[in-house]
């Protein structure tokens, strides 16, 4: 397997930088939205593939920290990978909080559209 190169490398040594200098504070893991919100400034749509494929890999396996950081993050993206992740997640957790999330995150894209939910 080879490394990963670039932005997606340099995404993936943020998730790992913030969930490590996260684990030594109170709270232990890191907001959600704020790494969301980094996300979106540092890296764009850039790495929407990337958080789709983890959100659709992971599934309701991966720290809840993360999925709620690649839900919101996908909702504040223009991209269509962002979308299908999301339904599939959707269709897929077990999880009611994390189904309703991605449902309202998928309501707010369309909106942004113009239009429905593509389903």
């Known amino acids: 397997m080879t490394e990963p190169s670039g932005i997606v490398a340099e995404c993936l040594a943020y998730l790992e930088q913030v ?11 890191p907001p959600p ?3 969301a919100n980094y996300l979106e ?4 749509a850039a ?9 659709v890999e992971q ?3 991966g720290p809840g920290w993360k999925t709620l950081a690649a839900i919101l993050y996908l909702g ?3 991209d269509p990978v962002a979308e299908e992740a999301l339904q599939r997640f959707a269709a897929a ?3 009611e909080d994390y189904r309703e999330l991605a449902g309202d995150t998928l309501v707010a894209l369309a909106d ?3 239009g429905r939910p593509q389903v």
Request: proline share 3%.
């Open 19 to 29: 969930e490590r200098k996260m684990a030594s504070t109170p709270i232990k893991v």
């Open 33 to 35: 939205e704020g790494v």
């Open 41 to 44: 400034q540092h890296f764009g």
């Open 47 to 55: 790495v929407a593939g990337l958080l789709a494929e983890y959100l």
């Open 59 to 61: 599934g309701d396996g």
């Open 76 to 78: 504040r993206v223009d």
């Open 93 to 95: 957790t077990h999880i």
């Open 112 to 114: 942004r559209r113009g």
